[in-house]
């Protein structure tokens, strides 16, 4: 169902969201305070998710969203400590800048097959995060993406990608091995500075 997102928290998330968070208009939204099981519903199918959506949003816990979703802005969960597990819509096509920076709590996700690119401090600080797989599509892993998400143990880089930014894996403390593949041609400056595992 594309004109839903499924959330849990702790208590209702509120936030003054206009029309351009989502590019449709909420019909409904409901939390259970027993169950912690929020739903949001919309008139129409989601599309995109706007700039800082669900920013600092600390009372949430998980969030679903749909297929339709194809992109969303930055900093959409950018702050949400207590974020721990997120599904992603799996035609989102970019992780954009800082979407999930400083979720400190975030340790489940799957990055879906169509994302080509991952953006500028989009994990920044995800410390719970201790392995990822990127996948076949991506081509850039941009500045700092996973800058300072200290117990990221194990991370696959694919065929696919051809850059890998400054600072993009900077002290990720407990990465004890990487594999590089053929198809990258640049690697920036302190790629990998600070990886002392």
């Known amino acids: 169902v594309n004109n839903i997102i499924l959330y849990t928290a702790t208590e209702k998330v509120t936030k003054d969201w206009t ?3 989502f590019g449709a208009k909420i019909l409904s939204h409901e939390w259970n305070s027993t169950t912690g099981e929020g739903i ?10 706007g700039e800082r959506a669900f920013y600092k949003c600390n009372s949430l816990t998980s969030i679903t969203i749909p297929d339709g979703v194809i992109a969303m802005g930055n900093e959409v969960f950018s702050s949400c400590d207590n974020l721990t597990s997120v599904t992603l819509g799996k035609y ?7 979407t999930f920076a400083y979720c400190s709590k975030l ?6 097959d169509y994302v080509m690119e ?8 995800c410390n719970s995060l201790t392995s990822i797989t990127i996948p076949s599509g991506v081509m850039s892993i941009e500045v700092g993406a996973f800058f300072y998400c200290y117990n990221l143990a194990y991370v696959k880089i694919p065929n ?3 850059s890998i930014e400054d600072g993009a894996f900077r002290y990720c403390e407990r990465l004890t ?7 990258v041609n ?3 400056d302190s790629a990998f500075e600070d990886c002392i595992s």
């Not at 989102?92 to 800082?98: C, G, H, V, Y």
């Not at 091995?177 to 198809?183: A, L």
């Open 19 to 21: 029309f351009d968070a």
């Open 40 to 49: 949001i519903t919309f008139d129409a199918e989601l599309r995109t998710i």
């Open 92 to 98: 989102l096509t970019e992780i954009s800048d800082e």
């Open 107 to 112: 340790a489940n996700i799957s990055i879906p």
């Open 118 to 125: 991952i953006g500028d401090y989009a994990f920044r600080n």
């Open 160 to 162: 696919s990608v051809t």
């Open 177 to 183: 091995s990487v594999t590089i593949p053929e198809s």
């Open 186 to 188: 640049s690697i920036g």
